[in-house]
Each structure stands twice: as structure tokens, then as C-alpha cells.
């Protein structure tokens, strides 16, 4: 590529480490169908729960499978409240009001992006149940936030799925709460291209066996979808080596730009936010350079019409752009969009 000759780079291509993958796949040899589906499935599981640090872990259709089966078995259901971030995938209030319980937004922190600790301390008395979900690869102080579950004594369902692989402490992200739901849709570090699918985690007998019967009605992961699971876990540790040096890399190349703010994401996000009080005009040069944007997410007061203060969802609302982090995303790409952003700035 010959980027001072003004030629731009090849597609950005999400599904490269996929193709990889698929054609390692296809040379090995075959079992019958209902053999190598029933031990793909056994095999994942074993693997992500060891993964996890966890003792049980059930393999389901989706994330959005896996939230509304973890609430179900929780109890959280009619007349419940169930404070949730005000910011992440819409799954999560539609999960809640699957179950029949009313969904709290809580304001998020300004710098980090996830759910705002001092949000959730004025719920004190008012919440039956968290739904903590980790945005960007980053997450809220867990000491305060187990600390206040623990206080209320309500039960908290942690949805890790943006923080695959990471730890607090020494302890994985999905270990947390009663349970652990991680969605592994396409395009995540952990995905099949077949179809999507999510697990649910935990470490009670009891729970496990209210986690099964919930989850019987959404049925499990499409044909194909377990083994290739399993290979994209395989993997996992070079996947993130590859998405924390493209994290490095933004943030080297784009500190200390007038009218550009970068929070503080995980040093493995999957996709990178910034935030611009010129997001219109950045938007439309990044994308007449042939630069993919990710999708940004509409804040629950927004979209629900709660009522309430929520500043820093407003200013993300305003102000905020992903930048694309894709497995095995080239370092003339990473380079690409740095040098478009600067320019556009300079």
C-alpha cells in the first residue's frame, strides 16, 4: 500500500481471523454430524467454564437468550426493579421487560463510560436485582459495586461480554455476579460465523438446574457454531494481543488532539470510542476515506423517554464515533485511520 501516492488501503475486512479459521477447520477430519455436534457442545462448555472460573456453564442461542434465561432463574420477574447502565446493547432492558420487571437507567461515568458507582448508590432501597454490564472492555469499581449488591442483598447477573478474558484483581470478569452471561454474536473475539449463541455461568447447584429449565425454551446454537466456539477460544489470547495493539496504537496516535477525547477503554476493546464536539463533519471524512465506523449506542433515557439528568450519556449521545478494532487488523490500517483523523483535525 502506498499511502503517501494518496491510495487507500485494501477493506477493512471484520472476518479475516474467521476465513482463517474455517479453511483450518475444513482440513480436519469429519465425524458424523450428531457425533461432532454433541462433543463440540460438551467441549465448550468444559473449556469456557475453566475459562471463566466457574463450575457450570450452559451453551444457549444467543446473548439475548442468555440474559432473559439468567433473569428468569434469578427470580427477577413482575413488579421487580432491575437497575441496569444506561448505556449498552438494547438486550438488556428488553430482558427485563421479557421478565416483566421495570428497568432502571443509571447514569454512566463520564470517563470510563460504564455504569456510574455514585448512580448506583442513590438506587440504595430501590433495585431487586443488577444487570452489570462492561462496556468497551473497561468496567466500574467492582469492589463498590459487589459491595452495594451484597449491602442490598439483591442479585447481580454480570454480562462480560465486552471484557472477554480480562480480570479484576486476579479474577476473570463473569465470575462475579450469581450469574455470568457472555454473548458471543459475530464479530466478537469469541463468535462463530455460522450463527450466534451466548452461555450462561454460575457456580450453585440449585441455580444451574433453574438456569436449565429457563433456558430449554430458547434452544441451543445452530450446527457448526460450538466447534468453531471452541476454536476462536483456542485462539483468544493472540486475538486480544492483536486488539490491545491496535487499542495502543489509537492511543498513542490520537493523544493530545485539541476538540478530540478519548475514555478510558479497556486495553482490549472491540471497538474504540472518541468523542468530538465535530463528530458530523469527522464522521463523513472518515467514511469518504473508506473508513468503517462501528455502531454507537442510543441511551436508554433517550430511547425509553425516562425522566431524569443524564449528562454524560448526552454528551456520548452528541458527541461519540467507534473506530473500527477487528482481528487481525492490519498496522497500515491502524495507521490509516490515525493519519485521516489528524488530518481532519489539523
Avoid at 481471523?17 to 474455517?22: G, I, S, T
Avoid at 454433541?38 to 442468555?66: M, N, P, Q, V, W
Avoid at 421478565?99 to 430501590?126: C, Q, S, V, Y
Amino acid at each position: 500500500m502506498n499511502e503517501r501516492a494518496g491510495i487507500k488501503p485494501k477493506l477493512f475486512d471484520p472476518q479475516r481471523l474467521d476465513a482463517a479459521l474455517a479453511a483450518r477447520r475444513a482440513a480436519a477430519p469429519r465425524e458424523s454430524a450428531p457425533a461432532i455436534e454433541r462433543k463440540a457442545f460438551l467441549d465448550f462448555e468444559e473449556r469456557f467454564k475453566i475459562f471463566s472460573g466457574r463450575k457450570y456453564c450452559l451453551l444457549t442461542s444467543s446473548g439475548r437468550a442468555a440474559l432473559r434465561a439468567g433473569l428468569k432463574a434469578l427470580g427477577v420477574g413482575k413488579g421487580c426493579v432491575a437497575g441496569m447502565t444506561n448505556l449498552t446493547h438494547p438486550s438488556a432492558p428488553e430482558a427485563a421487560a421479557w421478565a416483566g420487571a421495570k428497568p432502571d437507567f443509571i447514569e454512566i461515568d463520564k470517563t470510563t463510560l460504564n455504569l456510574d458507582e455514585a448512580g448506583l448508590e442513590i438506587r440504595t432501597g430501590k433495585l431487586d436485582a443488577l444487570l452489570l454490564t462492561h462496556m468497551f472492555a473497561a468496567s466500574s469499581d467492582m469492589d463498590r459495586v459487589m459491595d452495594f449488591v451484597k449491602r442490598e442483598r439483591i442479585p447481580c447477573l454480570e454480562d462480560a461480554s465486552q471484557i472477554i478474558g480480562e480480570t479484576s484483581k486476579g479474577r476473570p470478569y463473569g465470575s462475579f455476579g450469581e450469574i455470568g452471561v457472555f454473548s458471543l454474536s459475530p464479530y466478537k473475539p469469541v463468535s462463530s460465523p455460522a450463527g450466534k449463541a451466548g452461555v450462561i455461568l454460575c457456580d450453585d447447584d440449585a441455580l444451574f438446574r433453574r438456569i436449565r429449565a429457563a433456558a430449554e425454551e430458547f434452544g441451543r446454537p445452530e450446527p457448526g457454531v460450538a466447534g468453531f466456539l471452541s476454536l476462536k477460544l483456542e485462539v483468544l489470547p493472540s486475538t486480544l494481543a492483536g486488539l490491545e495493539k491496535i487499542n495502543a496504537s489509537y492511543l498513542a496516535g490520537l493523544a493530545g488532539i485539541k476538540g478530540l477525547y478519548l475514555p478510558a477503554v479497556g486495553r482490549a476493546a472491540h471497538e474504540f470510542p472518541v468523542l468530538t464536539p465535530r463528530r458530523k463533519a469527522l464522521e463523513a471524512r472518515l467514511r469518504s476515506a473508506g473508513v468503517p465506523l462501528e455502531r454507537i449506542y442510543e441511551p436508554f433515557n433517550s430511547a425509553y423517554g425516562t425522566c431524569g439528568k443524564y449528562p454524560a450519556s448526552a454528551r456520548y449521545a452528541a458527541q461519540a464515533l467507534h473506530l473500527p478494532v477487528y482481528p487481525m487488523m492490519t498496522e497500515s490500517e491502524t495507521r490509516y485511520v490515525i493519519k485521516t483523523v489528524k488530518e481532519f483535525f489539523s
